[in-house]
């Protein structure tokens, strides 16, 4: 048997889905169907909204060569998390997938401006990259170069809890990676990042 990967969201047939809870966060129960005519039961968790889910955005100042980071709260392993600037596509208030870009710019980074740049590579789904083997929710990966200080930012919601780490290094946040301190979707973003600069004699 010879796998492919598929990153369309069809790997599998599903045959059934129900909501089983919903808060702030959904699971769904999913009955699935392989090639080989196996039917299998999951548990799948996320945010019940069209995809992509939410965006993560990796600044970079290409003066210093530095980039922006927080630490966060996280809730599910009640630990502090070095991540990037991300939060959730909502509909409701943003017009366009870059606007989310610029709202939590400001919102948690306080910055605003700069270039943004969609790292999702064109062959992929444009529902964004999944964020959990268990989970629903997508994401978009951006690069933004060269924003500024934001003198009057956005409010931030309610249960954040966040602290704003400006200059830091390239090499210093490889660090932070190979130490297990920064979420993954962050990691993932930032691996990108990193590659579109070197491709672009930016680092």
């Given at each position: 048997m010879s796998l492919n990967i598929n990153t369309e969201?069809?790997?599998a047939t599903i045959l059934s889905e129900r909501v089983a809870h919903k808060r702030y966060i959904t699971v769904w129960d999913r009955t699935t169907q392989f090639d080989d005519g196996r039917i299998i039961q999951w548990d799948i968790v996320g945010h019940d909204s069209p995809y992509p889910t939410f965006v993560v955005v990796f600044t970079?100042?290409?003066?210093?060569k530095t980039t922006c980071l927080l630490k966060e709260y996280v809730q599910g392993t009640n630990e502090i998390k070095y991540t990037c600037v991300a939060g959730s596509y909502d509909r409701r208030k943003h017009r366009y997938i870059e606007e989310t870009v610029e709202h939590e710019l400001s919102e948690e980074a306080r910055l605003k401006g700069g270039t943004y740049i969609n790292l999702l590579p064109k062959t992929h789904s444009p529902d964004g990259i999944s964020e959990?083997?268990?989970?629903k929710?997508?994401?978009i990966p951006f690069l933004c170069l060269d924003p500024v200080k934001d003198d009057t930012p956005m409010a931030r919601d309610?249960?954040?809890?966040m602290e704003v780490v400006h200059d830091v290094a390239v090499d210093e946040l490889r660090n932070i990676i190979t130490r297990a301190e920064m979420m993954l979707p962050s990691v993932q973003t930032s691996w990108m990042a990193l590659e579109?600069?070197?491709?672009q004699n930016l680092l």
């Open positions: 969201g069809t790997a970079y100042n290409t003066k210093t959990l083997k268990w989970g929710n997508r994401f309610a249960e954040e809890y579109y600069l070197k491709e």
